[in-house]
């Protein structure tokens, strides 16, 4: 424990219907009582998540699926969703509760329009594809809460420097596009576009289940890694962290308040526009997580 508090940046990525329905009003409460206030990034447009992780069953990720033990963890809702017939529109039916949380002081953000289709195919999307996914997530955002977004955080980590270019005409105050170690400007094309507040943390499914780390040890392990004097930002789901392991994060946030560890919007991280280094972002791997992300450049530090 120490006097200097530890801040943390919370992202709390809300990938589908089930997890905008019960998850969001569940962490709300659980965040309200604490009086702890995050960023909440939604997927606005059609949930075809089910379609996703199905689609995603290979050897690696049925492997990863029983290890994470997936049906128990996202439950068959969310894992059927958008397999027979397709998706809802998540930010039309459920716009009162997306609203909720900004209406309890949470910073706002935008993470897709279709989180599914973001994540297989959104580096592959034609130009007008790729501007139509992100035009459609924007007006949704806007159409909700009746103000631009001002931050947003890819899918998935899926992101390329072609999406980072396209993203600028938002001209929000800063995107969460990638995984890496600090606050950075991506340079493109010569160009410093805005900042990125990478994800340092491992999420839950991608710790849990291997080198000993199971429920008993989880909140342990994490918070080990949340170290002073850098960058923190946790990544937790509205589908995990919200649904299926809320008395798991419950005992997280009661561990972390008595370590004197703060969790923060993301936003209140952002430092001064002239202390923030330029950057690069590159294409890499993540421990416990199958594909390839979006990664800030190694700054050899
Ligand atoms: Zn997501």
């Not at 075809?48 to 994470?68: A, C, D, E, Q, T």
């Amino acid at each position: 424990m120490t006097d200097v508090p530890l801040y943390v940046g919370l992202r709390i990525d809300v990938d589908t219907f089930s997890g905008t329905r019960k998850g969001v009003p569940q962490l709300c409460e659980t965040l309200g009582e604490r009086g702890i206030k995050g960023t909440f990034f939604f997927s606005l447009g059609p949930d075809n998540m089910g379609r996703h992780l199905w689609r995603l069953i290979r050897p690696v990720f049925l492997w990863k699926m029983l290890r994470s033990n997936a049906p128990g963890l996202y439950g068959w809702d969310i894992l059927l969703r958008g397999t027979m017939w397709p998706g809802m529109l998540i930010g039309k039916r459920l716009a009162s509760v997306v609203r909720q949380a900004a209406e309890q002081g949470h910073e706002v953000g935008l993470h897709a329009w279709d989180h599914h289709a973001w994540q297989l195919r959104s580096n592959s999307m034609s130009d007008a594809t790729l501007e139509k996914h992100l035009a459609l997530g924007v007006n949704a955002f806007r159409d909700i809460f009746g103000f631009n977004p001002t931050c947003s955080a890819a899918a998935g980590w899926v992101c390329s420097e072609r999406t980072l270019l396209r993203k600028e005409k938002y001209a929000m105050q800063y995107h969460s596009d990638c995984r890496g170690e600090s606050v950075f400007r991506p340079v493109v094309e010569g160009m410093p576009l805005t900042p990125q507040i990478p994800a340092t943390l491992p999420t839950y499914d991608e710790i849990v289940g291997q080198n000993g780390v199971s429920d008993k040890n989880y909140n342990d392990t994490l918070l080990a890694m949340i170290k002073p004097g850098r960058l923190n930002v946790l990544t937790i789901h509205a589908e995990v962290e919200g649904q299926s392991k809320t008395i798991l994060f419950d005992k997280f946030l009661d561990e972390a308040a008595r370590r004197n560890i703060r969790l923060v919007p993301m936003g209140e991280l952002l430092p001064k526009p002239e202390d923030i280094p330029e950057g690069k972002i590159t294409q890499g791997s993540v421990a416990g997580r199958e594909g390839v992300f979006c990664m800030q450049e190694s700054t050899g530090q």
